[in-house]
Each structure stands twice: as structure tokens, then as C-alpha cells.
């Protein structure tokens, strides 16, 4: 399995432009959870989805992120509009019910908002 | 507030040189306790999950350990590719699969 699949790897934009981060979770993982890293503030749940649905999204900072899961096999993260202080790395991760939340990680999106 | 505290912030040691990373956290109930590695420029990577109070897990070089107050993560003889940050994080007993993660300890291992 080629693992938790992110894109794009790097993204800069301006502020106030709307950003979309992608994740394939591996296959037949039933959970997948995005996680935001700053120097600052560490590594902290966004949110996480099971089966598609929504469970946990207390870790999202406020109404301009949004994350969907249309399908088993892909999830957004979408910044609207986007602000320097997002600036980040966005993990993705994914686990199987008898694991989580221990989790496989992607390689992460570095965001840049300038 | 639930509360996850690494020290040291970074460790430099000299190859063969064992050392233990220290993690104390401060929880109203907790559920498990994960140590994960994380190389520059990628993600977190899994370790090992400790439940309760005693329980003790090892891999390779490394062992974690787990108090009602904290985990030690213990590396004996280290070597250069040991090197990364140590990253340790903390279920709470609710029925979330949220983890609170500390700060991270960065371990630089000299040949």
C-alpha cells in the first residue's frame, strides 16, 4: 500500500484566497483524521471522520475551515478565506477501527499564507 | 485542563550513550498514552500504546514505560538514525479518539 497519500506537498497563497488539501486514507481504513503542526501551538486534532461522518470537529479553529469525506477514499480540508496565521503543516491520517486513534500519517501539506 | 508536558525540549547524545525522554501529563481519565516518532519533513510515526499504570512496551532500542503521572520512553545504546523528535500524546477516558499531544522532545544522536 502506497500509504496515506496527501497533496499538494507545498502550497503558498495570498491572504484571503481560498485553499483546498486532499487525502487519500489508506484503503479499508475506516477513520481518518486531519491534524494541523505549528511551532507554537504542537500538533493538534482538526477534526476526524468514521466512516465518512463527522465525529470530533472541536479541534477546528473557526467557520473559515471546513472538511468533507465524500468517499471512503478522499477528504478535503478547505480554508476559506485563508489568513497568515494558518500558516502550517496539515497532516492526514487514517487508521482501522481496532487501531485508532493510533494512525498512520501522511507526509503533510506545508502552508504558506503570505 | 488536560495537559501534556515533554522534557527535555532536545537531547544530544553520543552514540552508545542509553538516556530516557520524560512525559507527564495531567488528564481527568486517561484512556492510553502513544509515543510516536517524527523525522524532519514527514509525518508522525506510530511507537507503541501503554494502557495502564506498570505496563511496559519495547521495540528494538526502545522502551516505554507508564506511571499514573507520567512515561519514560528509555533508549539504550542509541544510534545516529535514532535520531528525531519523540512525540507523545494522550487519550482522555471519553468517548473520543482526540489526542492531546506534548510539545516533543528533538533527540540528536552523534556517531
Known amino acids: 500500500d502506497a500509504g496515506v497519500i496527501q497533496s499538494p506537498r507545498h502550497e503558498v497563497t495570498e491572504m484571503g484566497q481560498e485553499v483546498t488539501l486532499r487525502c487519500k486514507p489508506i484503503?479499508?481504513?475506516?477513520?481518518l483524521f486531519w491534524y494541523r503542526q505549528t511551532m507554537m501551538r504542537g500538533l493538534e486534532l482538526l477534526i476526524y471522520f468514521n466512516n465518512n461522518v463527522p465525529i470530533d470537529d472541536s479541534g477546528m479553529p473557526e467557520d473559515r475551515f471546513s472538511a468533507k469525506m465524500p468517499n471512503a477514499s478522499f477528504s478535503t480540508l478547505k480554508i476559506q478565506p485563508s489568513e497568515p496565521r494558518d500558516s502550517a503543516v496539515y497532516f492526514c491520517?487514517?487508521?482501522?477501527?481496532?487501531?485508532?486513534?493510533?494512525?498512520?500519517f501522511g507526509q503533510g501539506t506545508r502552508l504558506t499564507v503570505v | 485542563e488536560d495537559q501534556v508536558t515533554q522534557s527535555p525540549e532536545a537531547l544530544r547524545l553520543q552514540e552508545g550513550e542509553s538516556s530516557s525522554l520524560n512525559c507527564s501529563y495531567t488528564v481527568s481519565g486517561l484512556r492510553g498514552l502513544f509515543w510516536y516518532r517524527q523525522d524532519p519533513g514527514k509525518g508522525p510515526e506510530f511507537l507503541f500504546t501503554?494502557?495502564?499504570a506498570g505496563e511496559e512496551k519495547e521495540k528494538e532500542r526502545l522502551k516505554a514505560t507508564l506511571t499514573k503521572k507520567e512515561s519514560f520512553l528509555h533508549i539504550t545504546a542509541p544510534k545516529p538514525e535514532d535520531s528525531a523528535t519523540y512525540l507523545c500524546?494522550?487519550?482522555?477516558?471519553?468517548?473520543?479518539?482526540?489526542?492531546?499531544f506534548g510539545s516533543g522532545t528533538r533527540l540528536l544522536v552523534r556517531p
Open positions: 501503554l494502557y495502564s
Open positions: 484503503s479499508g481504513h475506516d477513520y
Open positions: 500524546a494522550v487519550q482522555v477516558m471519553d468517548s473520543s479518539y482526540k489526542l492531546i
Open positions: 491520517a487514517s487508521s482501522t477501527p481496532d487501531r485508532a486513534p493510533e494512525a498512520f
